[in-house]
């Protein structure tokens, strides 16, 4: 897309969105929601991107994505 050839990049809030920004071809992807779900964590894993929490318990709930 234009703003993606621009070299910016693009927030999301659900996997759909993920994927939307992927075929849009945006370099650099975060995610920011309060209510990812462990399939939507999975997702976005699997994705590399940078996941903003949103709370000290999101933080807590996705620990597990950290590597070792």
């Known amino acids: 897309s234009f703003l993606a050839g621009l ?7 659900s996997t759909g969105e993920l994927e ?4 849009a071809g945006f370099p ?6 309060p209510s ?4 939507d964590l ?10 903003d929490a949103s709370s000290i318990e999101q933080f807590r ?4 994505l950290a590597p070792a």
């Open 28 to 33: 650099r992807i975060t995610a920011t929601g």
């Open 20 to 23: 939307l920004a992927v075929k």
């Open 42 to 51: 999975t997702v976005l894993d699997a994705h590399n991107l940078t996941l």
């Open 7 to 13: 070299g910016l990049g693009a927030d999301v809030a």
């Open 61 to 64: 709930e996705v620990a597990w």
């Open 36 to 39: 990812f779900t462990a399939d």
